[in-house]
């Protein structure tokens, strides 16, 4: 199949980023760019500036760098600002998180201390295991969205930005499930304006950015823009939307392995992960309510990938459990425990076990750096609405109503990088293959 290709407007100017929660995964995240573009590393993790693309036949050779291939904008024209509970500029939350080396930090320390929070909308009732000062105060939460909206306004103004993409990278928030108020836009609006419980502050940023026609994705498992009201409200204001929860460690690792298990028809008994972490995530994630939020974005991905309805003789009752332990000595160098019981020929048992020492902010930094350019390519697209060809980036991949999200992390590769073909116009990629031997 091939597409005529799209339409995309130029990456003229300067691309805004901004972020609610400028903790250990924002820090990491700015500082690794501003690195970068000193030339002090490499954007290791990257797709967008490390990944290739096939385009045509294997004889062809043309395997162009994403970045040359589509029209991204440039590290150059980003310029960051966000909101978080704390005070502290990018350069000392980078220091309290712990994740890049002091000696780097100092490099670009002008550039970081340069970046200050802007007030949070926070409401502890979502988020209990934290507490800050610097928070903003409105009689109700419409008028929270509206001071999102002036200081976004403001840092557009003050940057002469052309662009801009938020993305959430605050901490996970406590359990919600759909309610009538997140039904249509119009229920939404009037629980903004009578506080109502079920809107939790999340979705008063998610609201904010998408009526102010800015693209949004969230890093995080909370129930944020997936609700009828946000995702109507994306294709009728024409903005791309995703999330959600960034795939980084351990759910990273099982769908790369799940396939894998399925594609050789190898049986599943069950498995056990643990997870112990000592950042703000690990913190929030103590509570058992936040906790809630995150076991479901990690449960659901066996099985959607593993299908027990489709092969009810390997998966149909295997057991699946999944614990996160605040531990703070680790800091952000999680270590994810995994045993996996499994059975193949005749039903006779094995096991595989993981141990993986991965750390969080190191993971889901370049996945925030590929969320803001492709997002600001699939506006300047015309792409409105759910952008499912970015699950790649998501444990719980936001989808269509009707649809099963696609958990296989090979397939939503594959989705993504024909996704890019069909943008410029170039032959979809199936590998069926036999043209070479006719």
């Known amino acids: 199949m091939i597409s005529k290709g799209m339409k995309i407007s130029p990456s003229n100017g300067k691309l805004g980023v901004v972020i609610p929660g400028m903790g250990a995964i924002t820090s990491t995240f700015i500082a690794g760019v501003e690195a970068i573009k000193k030339g002090l590393a490499k954007p290791i993790g990257s797709l967008t500036q490390m990944g290739t693309i096939r385009l045509g036949k ?11 291939f589509v029209p991204l904008a440039s590290l150059d024209d980003l310029v960051f600002g966000g909101w978080d509970i704390f005070s502290d500029n990018i350069y000392q939350a980078g220091i309290k998180a ?3 080396e002091p000696t780097l930090l100092d490099k670009i320390r002008p550039q970081l201390e340069a970046i200050s929070p802007w007030t949070a909308a926070f409401d502890r009732a979502y988020v209990k295991r934290l507490d800050g000062t610097h928070v903003k105060k409105a009689a109700n939460k419409m008028e929270l969205a509206e001071q999102i909206q002036d200081d976004i306004t403001i840092f557009q103004k003050r940057n002469n930005l052309t662009r801009t993409v938020m993305v959430w990278c605050a901490s996970t928030e406590i359990f919600l499930k759909q309610e009538a108020v997140h039904a249509t ?21 998610a609201y904010a950015a998408i009526k102010a026609g800015i693209p949004y994705a969230n890093g995080a498992p909370n129930l944020t823009a997936d609700i009828p009201a946000l995702t109507q409200l994306a294709k009728d204001r024409g903005v791309p939307i995703c999330g959600k929860d960034f795939k980084t460690g351990q759910t990273m690792m099982k769908t790369i392995l799940a396939p894998g298990l399925k594609s050789r028809l190898i049986g599943l008994n069950g498995w056990f992960s643990t997870n112990i972490l000592g950042n ?13 939020t995150k076991e479901e974005s990690k449960l659901s991905v066996l099985e959607h990938i593993l299908q027990p309805q489709v092969y009810p003789d390997l998966y149909s ?11 703070p000595p680790r800091g952000d160098n999680k270590e994810g425990w995994d045993n996996i019981d499994i059975f193949g020929w005749l039903g006779y048992p094995m096991q595989i076990k993981v141990d993986f020492l991965c750390r969080d902010s190191i993971l889901a930094a370049p996945l925030v750096l590929d969320l803001v350019l492709l997002l600001d390519l699939a506006q300047r ?7 499912e060809w970015l699950s790649f980036y998501f444990k719980s991949p936001m989808c269509a109503p009707e649809l099963y999200p696609e958990h296989d992390l090979f397939i939503q590769l594959m989705k993504l990088k024909n996704t890019l073909r069909y943008l410029k116009g170039e032959e979809l990629i199936t590998h069926l293959g036999l043209e070479y031997y006719d």
């Open 58 to 68: 294997r004889t062809d050779n043309r395997v162009p760098a994403i970045k040359d």
């Open 98 to 100: 712990g994740v890049l």
């Open 185 to 205: 836009i119009e229920s939404f609006e009037q629980g903004l304006l009578k506080n109502d419980p079920a809107i939790a502050p999340s979705m008063i940023y």
């Open 280 to 292: 703000r995530d690990g913190e929030v994630l103590d509570d058992p309510d936040s906790f809630k």
């Open 317 to 327: 009752n295997y057991t699946h459990k999944v614990r996160i332990n605040y531990y």
């Open 381 to 387: 697209c015309g792409m409105a609405g759910i952008q």
